[in-house]
């Protein structure tokens, strides 16, 4: 006999009746657990935008420290993340302690610095600016 009782109806009420019996919560975190997709011990998604550092001479990558890129996947036999980089789109695998996630709100922050920068006023500022500080104490004094 079928009952109409769907995915959707077991979250529902299990959502809803979570607070009033612990077991229903525990079956409640169980079935949310099952349903999260994690991507790794990081907890990145695909696509998500992730910026190098930490890498050492010993590992030979020294050189993207401080560039980002964008999780391509997960690869468990060797516990790490495939991060491509544009522009070459190359791939490399790198393990979740040397990467760090980008926020939205960083993506932000360097749209809209990089969009200042190009402005007209911004680039006669940052030339006055260079005139003025010569040596990193004269900066320190602005």
Excluded at 47 to 71: H, I, P, Q, W, Y
Aim: proline letters at 3%; charged letters at 30%.
């Amino acid at each position: 006999k079928r009952y109409s009782v769907d995915l959707g109806w077991v979250i529902g009420m299990l959502t809803y009746h979570s607070n009033e019996d612990e077991g229903i919560m525990a079956q409640k975190k169980e079935l949310d657990d099952l349903l999260t997709f994690s991507m790794g011990p990081a907890d990145l998604s695909k696509g998500d935008c992730v910026e190098v550092s930490g890498l050492t001479a010993e590992s030979g990558m020294t050189k993207l420290n401080g560039k980002r890129g964008f999780v391509g996947g997960y690869v468990e036999e060797k516990e790490s993340y495939a991060v491509k980089f544009p522009p070459d789109n190359f791939y490399v695998d790198l393990k979740p302690e040397f990467l760090q996630k980008i926020t939205d709100k960083d993506k932000v922050v360097n749209i809209l610095t990089r969009g200042v920068a190009q402005c007209k006023q911004a680039k006669n500022d940052m030339k006055d600016l260079r005139a003025k500080c010569t040596d990193k104490a004269n900066f320190e004094k602005l």
